[in-house]
């Protein structure tokens, strides 16, 4: 384009891409956590994508990327179902084999002298008696509105199942319009920023590293420590349900201090039901073990760049949380690491700080982490007793030449 701007037309131009770009935003707002989570996929597939690229043309490289992406998520989500099942289905044998050796009525008759017993200690309802009749009343009013919920989740599912459908086509064709257009993307958003390219390449980059820290470091310690609780459940004495106990452990320790919300409570339990050292075992494994995996896992996986202070990540995830749902996980950290970042670029064009951490550089002065110290030592141990096999055979070698 060759037309010359005016002062004030460029100041109505800058106007009206803000406008724009705020009318795109409200425009596509409905279809925000979708395009949130084909942006964070196409990132953290683009490695493969370029490793694809360097053997195959752009439309296969494409294609074999989405499939690996499907797959990567499909294949781990039947597994986990399968083994679900299979834990449901031990479990309902079981109960099915207590049910046949338990006499009901008599359990029953307990149950209720147990509850007015308890009843009776409350305080206003002593008049309050507890009936087989009173029961299946309220059984039955139970029943009637479970099944007109589960009429209501039938009616929306059947309802929401062609909006699945086509969230699910338009997360494919968002993924593949990213993963092939990455570079024009970054160049367009290098472009619009007013602070210029290093800047947006300072906030690209604790970006990227936030997310990738985010999915893979925090989900490999959720896996880790939900594994980890779920076999001190087990190792406690309650072998039913571990790989159940496994999910729920898992998915509770992506949020912090949650694998504690079914580990404490679950301990105690099994201490006022009468295995008193299986709930102290719960407990304390999760309080030595269980949360410390966090502080040896954290240093390890996840970067440098996408640290933050526990009480900012606390504070991140749980306000993601709230806003974005369980994207928010992913979202809220990004956002803190953003505004962040804003205060360091402040701080080092008005106040002159610099914007690298010295914390950062003297991790650095101290060498090499405590993984890597164990690991050469280890090749130190190996490679010295391979000198002493090879002196030994060198010396064996020469004694007869000599004599």
């Not at 039947?78 to 046949?100: P, T």
């Not at 980890?228 to 072998?239: D, N, Q, R, T």
């Not at 360091?344 to 700080?353: D, I, P, R, T």
Request: glycine share 8%; proline share 3%; net charge neutral.
């Amino acid at each position: 384009m060759t037309t010359e701007f005016t002062q004030t037309q460029k100041r109505a131009l800058a106007v009206a891409v803000v406008v724009a770009l705020a009318f795109g935003a409200y425009f596509l707002r409905g279809y925000f956590m979708l395009v949130v989570v084909a942006t964070v996929a196409a990132y953290l597939f683009n490695p493969l994508f370029n490793w694809f690229l360097k053997r195959f043309n752009r439309g296969l490289s494409v294609t074999f990327t989405l499939l690996a992406a499907i797959f990567a998520v499909i294949i781990p989500l039947s597994l986990l179902i399968l083994l679900a099942v299979v834990q449901i289905s031990a479990m309902v044998r079981s109960v099915s084999d207590w049910v046949s050796h338990t006499d009901l009525n008599s359990l029953g008759d307990q149950a209720l002298k147990w509850t007015n017993d308890a009843v009776d200690k409350v305080p206003f309802l002593g008049d309050v008696q507890v009936t087989p009749q009173l029961l299946q009343e309220k059984m039955s009013t139970v029943a009637q509105g479970a099944g007109e919920y589960a009429l209501g989740v039938l009616q929306g599912a059947a309802g929401g199942l062609a909006g699945g459908l086509t969230a699910a086509v338009l997360f494919i064709y968002v993924f593949i319009s990213l993963l092939s257009n990455r570079e024009r993307v970054q160049t367009l958003i290098r472009q619009l920023n007013p602070l210029g390219e290093d800047v947006t390449d300072l906030y690209l980059e604790k970006m990227g590293a936030m997310v990738r820290g985010a999915v893979f470091g925090q989900f490999v310690i959720a896996l880790a420590q939900g594994l980890a609780g779920a076999v001190s459940i087990y190792l406690a004495g309650f072998h039913e349900g571990f790989f159940i106990f496994a999910i729920l452990l898992t998915a509770l320790s992506v949020i912090p201090l949650g694998g504690g919300i079914l580990s404490i409570p679950f301990g105690i339990g099994m201490i006022l039901f009468g295995n008193v050292f299986g709930g102290i075992f719960v407990i304390a494994w999760h309080v030595i073990v269980v949360t410390n995996i966090d502080n040896v896992l954290r240093p390890i996986l996840i970067p440098r760049a996408a640290r933050l202070d526990s009480a900012l990540m606390l504070l991140a995830v749980f306000a993601g949380i709230t806003m974005f749902g369980f994207m928010g996980i992913i979202i809220g950290p990004v956002l803190m690491i953003v505004i962040v970042t804003t205060v360091s670029v402040y701080l080092a064009v008005f106040k002159g700080v610099p914007i690298d951490d010295h914390d950062d550089d003297d991790d650095e002065d101290k060498g090499p982490g405590p993984v890597a110290r164990l690991i050469e030592k280890a090749r130190q141990r190996i490679w010295s007793r391979r000198d002493r096999k090879r002196q030994q055979a060198e010396s064996a070698t020469t004694r007869p030449a000599s004599a």
